[in-house]
């Protein structure tokens, strides 16, 4: 029924060229077996199977111009808890060391031993190795100050000469104003101190400074003093300032721990770090060590040291989404440090023991060394209890699992206890800093809390899922890892394999879903682990900054030409400063480009080059671009971009010239192409034609990129991406999810290359040059334009030669329109708005000068103009014609020729035109488009001729337009004797469908009194009808909601008025093709009041809506949005919806808001959740997980496997889910109908 619907690719929901799937003859994919060889997809001789997958992605996408709107679902803002842990040990009265001082060398003066201790209370002139100093102690610090002898010879020796003065000021370090303000001295002395009186200022001036803002719920933790606990063990440390909102009680406790700080202890660490642990968790449901018995002990220590479970600290946590951390701040190694005291074999053989096994250093895999330089009790469990933290639910009374990130931060460390901190750190998430001096201390805590912050406060989820697609056996997995001070986001694209029951494993047939790591199919629902490795990682292999292909649109690039290449050879500079937009005087004053040196506009576009292929800002040479562990980071985001796969062409197209060019092509590279932001539409690699496996095909391919295309509109903007440096990210760029099809070109053939346009050029010829395969795309918010590649000729590899991939075709509207190919849509750019609108390349018939009647092939692409906030009536925003800002982008729908990338044909938004209301001539502006056209378009055909028929697309207002193009139609491209009406009088249009039952047009304020409210749902159609002919008769499934504005206002969410509610439509066109006797005016259109509300208290029954109605209409919930594209398979729609979260929970946890799964019976909206409790409405919706859902996904298996409901035996139709967080349910919804339905027709995927 489809027609063109392209080469191998997903194709649903990627808009087939022509959107029809009727209950008698569906065209769906089917996942083939696997070969016993490989492991890898076996093509079409695979077999088949009728399982049915429906798979509905929860996944956090942000939404339209309106990008804050989205990353508000995915960012939550509860304050971490931080518990500081401080070393309170007697090491901690040593002097601070001067920076100069370095204390793995052996001054030249040799007055003290090195490694003796002496120890000063007051200040003394003494006269050593020929030099005079005055030693001068920290007064500050009860008793003594230590001097180690290393220090005192540097200190008398000549080399501290220069230094003298320094180390007598006593001014030379500088508080910050925060503390200023609170009373402090504006200076101190920065090595007149020891080292507790230093931390004692780094951690006023990090609290200070941190708690200005609430950001961060501190509290401190210090070893037991060892007098308190008897002088030979202090028995660990424990919480003496509970973690707590900031507030001036707080703030009290605070200061007063840090003005009693001293060293007078041991260094406990492990010990302490286990009491630390033991006060996060609950203490009424105790957690259990790895034996899985074993309870861990109820924290029982009061704030003062003594022992008391009723007077003990709470646990601090207090909602699901709270990250937590602990600081270890130390000085030295562990000692008094083996658990004596406090059940050693239990923690060592019951509760966690050595649960970081390894053989590195300091224990080299004696956890518990006799004898050492510095052993004093000595163990090494720091990392192990680290490890334990980091990985394990540490508060069962919370949904989800709650754990910790330790941080570690040496101050005058040496290597045992560097080496030990840093794999500390290492194993729990956290960082690792060392210093040698108070100053590098603070920044070294202020880059942990930094960092804390990012992670506690940016997103609910380290990553972002982001869209997935299959192939065959291949199931595709893209997500991101957001940043809070960067605009680019790492991105990933990953293989794992699709069984043909529905099983997404690793290659090791390892179920990739799931906790459990080691478990086999059958698999259980689950997160789906993107940290583990796939069959590849396209992050991993995207080539070198120097060895990768990237491109730039310029619109004067010749037809069929390789693009301008991203190289900006000497001499160039500044034209490629004017290409970038980049003007001295203006981007040199803003970061980073200010620190330039020199910073022209010819080094600015030096250094943006430099960055989009993967270097780091302005390093000359090449710095890759990695992250925290080192991992390159080339690839951006690819946020809302949808993955398409391309491989061997196979669309049901009869042209003989078709069959040979499929068959040339047949052992083409398979690419997968999505865009991303980072600036680039890419091309991977997803698999090489194998002639030695049985039957020959694809294997898996490497995953290496193969190249990347910067558009127009992206080049006109992307010198801010390094601008980004706050959140939330204002640019998007290449965001659009690209269309795929074979298209046939109407022109003269030289060769194996294409040239001059032959209007009378029939496709039924033999000349297979005229096929290529053509990728269309947009930019969503990344830009107001279009794209248009060849991609027929892909290359196995990065490094293969390339002079015909990718090849550009056209820009829309055109760039440099002077030289341009497609000059004409110069004046388009008034029109078109941000390229939400995902094209539909299809083709139609036009009449030729000097042709025959039955007209000639056009293949085209047909698109809205895209979303416009102007155009948009859901928001303040919105524009009328005589409001001061507006403009008509948006407002429009193009048929864009493939072969010239000029308009065949156009509605567009003109207020002077005629009114519609009896106007049955045709026309190209309309009076009445006075909302954007952010949704595709659905495109049927209706005979089976494989040609386009008819056209439906909804605006943001509640509209859905009719355009039927069966009819041959008029070419004002081409022709110039006659037929060449651009307002195409044989293609009639008209509304075919307003939402609500007001006077048309509904403008904002119209629903609501008179004026405009953002409790009033408009309608607003940001997706395609789905379609299905039905005895003869098309029906048509779409729904409506906000998808630019997903959280909404507070005021949508149970403001009790349902009429003013989002509704899902079905409606039948019983004169799809417009041949009735009733010729319809272009405003003759349904409304509500045709249809029947499945949501009123008393509906009509099924029989008597289908004798009395058009269709019907079900209600959404207050605040619920229909988001995303709607399928027909089997008789059942297929449809998600988004619920924001409820504005008055206090939990801030449920920020993200809930996806749901809706499936109910086409004919009679019965949903397919029929044992679920609650009404009707309950029946048709499945809560899938939180955040916002993708696009359902059909794909057909085993045409002989029958089977039952939930949970039993084998399985006809199942629901696969992936939520916001990553999870994926996995069941079957029900039997198949037994209507008749067959499958007609299917494709490998």
């Not at 005055?134 to 180690?148: A, C, H, Q």
């Not at 840090?258 to 006060?279: A, C, F």
């Not at 009449?847 to 009647?853: H, N, T, V």
Request: glycine share 10%; with cysteine.
């Amino acid at each position: 029924m489809r027609a063109q619907p392209g080469p191998d690719q997903e194709k649903m929901p990627m808009r087939p060229a022509l959107r029809l799937w009727p209950l008698q003859r569906t065209s769906v994919s089917v996942r083939a077996a696997k070969d016993s060889k490989s492991g890898i997809t076996a093509g079409r001789c695979g077999r088949r199977r009728l399982l049915t997958w429906i798979v509905a992605s929860g996944l956090l996408l942000p939404g339209g111009s309106g990008l804050a709107e989205d990353t508000d679902l995915f960012t939550i803002s509860v304050a971490p808890n931080v518990l500081l842990l401080v070393d309170n040990s007697y090491s901690m009265k040593h002097i601070v060391w001067h920076p100069a001082f370095d204390p793995t060398e052996t001054p030249s003066c040799s007055e003290w031993e090195d490694d003796e201790l002496d120890k000063y209370s007051s200040s003394q002139t003494e006269t050593h190795c020929g030099n005079t100093r005055t030693i001068y102690p920290d007064p500050d610090v009860s008793g003594y100050t230590w001097f180690s002898g290393r220090y005192l010879n540097w200190l008398f020796s000549d080399a501290a000469d220069p230094y003298v003065a320094d180390l007598a000021a006593l001014s030379n370090g500088t508080r910050s104003q925060c503390l200023i303000d609170e009373g402090l001295p504006a200076t101190y002395s920065k090595y007149r101190r020891a080292r507790v009186t230093a931390a004692q200022d780094v951690l006023r001036e990090v609290i200070c400074n941190v708690n200005a803002s609430g950001d961060v719920r501190f509290g401190l933790a210090r070893f037991y003093t060892a007098y308190l606990r008897s002088w030979s063990d202090p028995r660990g440390g424990y919480v003496s300032v509970p973690i707590e909102d900031y507030s001036p009680a707080q703030g009290a406790l605070i200061d007063s721990f840090i003005d009693d700080l001293s060293g007078e202890s041991w260094t406990p660490l492990s010990e302490t770090l286990y009491n630390v642990y033991r006060y996060f968790q609950s203490r009424s449901n105790p957690i259990v060590g790895k034996n899985g018995t074993t309870e861990f002990p109820a924290y029982d220590i009061k704030t003062n040291g003594d022992t008391s479970t009723s007077q003990a600290p709470p646990s601090p946590l207090e909602f699901s989404c709270q990250r937590n951390f602990v600081i270890l701040i130390t000085d030295g190694e562990p000692t008094k440090d083996d658990f004596d005291y406090m059940d050693r074999d239990r923690f060592e053989d019951e509760l966690i023991g050595d649960y970081n096994p390894d053989n590195t250093l300091p224990e080299a895999g004696d956890e518990t060394p006799s004898s050492c330089s510095f052993c004093n009790e000595t163990t090494f469990y720091l990392d192990d209890i680290a490890k334990w933290m980091h990985e394990k639910d540490f508060q069962p009374d919370f949904e989800g699992d709650q754990t910790i990130d330790v941080y570690t931060v040496g101050f005058t460390t040496a290597d045992a206890a560097n080496q030990l901190l840093a794999k500390t750190a290492n194993v729990s998430n956290g960082l690792f800093f060392q210093s040698n001096n108070a100053e590098e201390l603070s920044e070294a805590i202020i880059s942990s809390v930094r960092d804390i912050i990012d992670k506690a406060q940016a997103f609910t989820s380290a990553t972002v899922p982001a869209s997935r697609t299959t192939d065959g056996n291949n199931f595709y997995s893209s997500y991101f890892l957001p940043k809070k001070d960067t605009g680019f986001w790492e991105g990933h694209l990953k293989n794992f394999d699709f069984s043909t029951s529905g099983e997404i494993l690793l290659p090791d047939g390892r179920c990739a879903t799931g906790l459990d790591i080691t478990a086999t199919p059958p698999c259980a629902g689950g997160v789906l682990r993107t940290f583990e490795d796939g069959f590849w990682d396209t992050a991993e292999s995207v080539p070198a900054p120097a060895n990768r292909n990237l491109y730039v649109e310029f619109g004067a690039t010749p037809i069929f030409d390789l693009p301008t290449r991203l190289q900006i050879a000497s001499g160039s500079e500044s034209a490629w400063a004017a290409n970038f937009g980049l003007v001295e005087g203006v981007d040199d004053l803003d970061d980073p480009y200010s620190g330039l040196s020199p910073n022209t506009a010819g080094d600015m576009a030096v250094a943006l080059a430099d960055v989009l292929s993967g270097c780091e800002f302005g390093s000359n040479p090449c710095v890759p671009r990695v992250n925290e562990t080192g991992d390159k980071i080339y690839m951006g985001d690819t946020f809302h971009s949808n993955p398409v796969v391309v491989g061997s062409p196979n669309s049901p197209i009869n042209e003989a010239s078709y069959q040979l060019f499929a068959q040339a092509k047949r052992t083409r590279t398979r690419v997968i192409y999505a865009g991303a932001n980072d600036g680039f539409l890419h091309g991977f690699n997803a698999g090489d034609w194998d002639s030695d496996l049985t039957p020959p095909r694809h294997d898996r391919g490497t995953g290496e990129e193969l190249f990347g295309f910067m558009p127009r509109a992206v080049r006109d903007a992307v010198k801010d991406l390094p601008k980004q440096t706050s959140f939330p990210r204002t640019l998007e760029t290449v965001d659009g999810s690209p269309s795929v099809a074979d298209a046939w070109f109407y022109r003269d053939v030289s060769g194996s290359d294409l040239t001059t346009v032959n209007p009378l050029l029939d496709p039924g010829d033999s000349e297979l040059a005229r096929w290529r395969t053509v990728l269309v795309s947009g930019l969503r918010d990344g830009g107001q334009g279009i794209f248009a590649l060849d991609v027929t000729e892909p290359t196995q590899a990065a490094s293969d030669s390339a002079t015909d991939y990718p090849r550009y075709l056209w820009g829309f509207p055109c760039d440099d329109c002077v030289n341009a190919e497609n000059s004409g849509t110069a004046g388009e750019a008034a029109y078109m708005g941000f390229s939400w609108s995902e094209a539909v390349i299809t083709r139609v018939r036009v009449a030729a000068d000097g042709g025959s009647l039955g007209g000639y092939d056009r293949w085209v692409a047909i698109f809205g103009a895209g979303y416009h906030a102007n155009g948009d009536p859901n928001g303040a925003d919105y524009k009328l014609p005589s409001d001061v800002g507006y403009t008509p982008q948006g407002r429009a729908i193009y048929m864009v020729d493939i072969t010239t990338g000029e308009v065949l044909a156009r509605k567009f938004f003109d207020p002077n035109a005629a009114a519609l209301a009896s106007t049955t001539s045709p026309q190209e502006g309309i009076a009445e488009f006075h909302y954007a056209f952010a949704s595709g378009p659905a495109v049927f055909d209706l005979n089976f001729d494989g040609y386009a028929d008819v056209i439906y697309i909804g605006d943001l207002g509640g509209n859905v337009w009719k355009w039927v193009v069966n009819p041959v139609g008029d070419d004002p491209i081409n022709n110039a004797l006659g037929n060449n009406d651009p307002s195409q009088p044989n293609w009639p249009f008209r509304r075919f469908f307003r939402a609500g039952t007001n006077l048309e047009p509904v403008l904002p304020g119209e629903q609501s009194g008179g004026s405009w409210s953002s409790a009033v749902h408009y309608q607003s159609f940001f997706f395609p009808p789905t379609g299905a002919l039905r005895q003869g008769k098309l029906m048509l499934a779409f729904g409506a909601g906000e998808r630019a504005n997903p959280q909404g206002d507070a005021a949508e969410y149970a403001d009790g008025d349902i009429t003013n509610n989002n509704h899902y439509y079905v409606l039948r066109d019983s004169d799809g093709l417009e041949q009735g006797s009733t010729v319809h005016p272009i405003n003759d259109s349904l409304d509500e009041s045709d249809l029947a509300d499945f949501d009123d208290p008393v509906p009509l029954t099924c029989s008597e809506m289908q004798a009395t109605a058009e269709g019907y209409y079900i209600t959404s919930r207050d605040a619920e949005k229909f988001v995303t594209n709607s399928v027909i398979f089997l008789g059942t729609v297929f449809t998600g919806s988004f619920m924001p979260p409820d504005p008055a929970s206090p939990d801030p946890c449920a920020a993200s808001g809930d996806a749901y799964l809706y499936a109910f019976d086409l004919d009679c909206g019965v949903g397919l959740f029929a044992t679920d409790p609650g009404g009707e409405a309950d029946k048709r919706r499945k809560a899938i997980g939180s955040g916002i859902p993708t696009r359902p996904r059909v794909s057909v298996g085993d045409l002989t496997q029958g089977g039952g409901g939930v949970g039993g035996g084998l399985c006809a139709n199942r629901v696969v889910m992936i939520t916001s967080d990553g999870f994926i349910s996995n069941d079957c919804p029900g039997t198949m109908p037994t209507s008749g339905v067959n499958v007609r027709s299917w494709r490998e995927r």
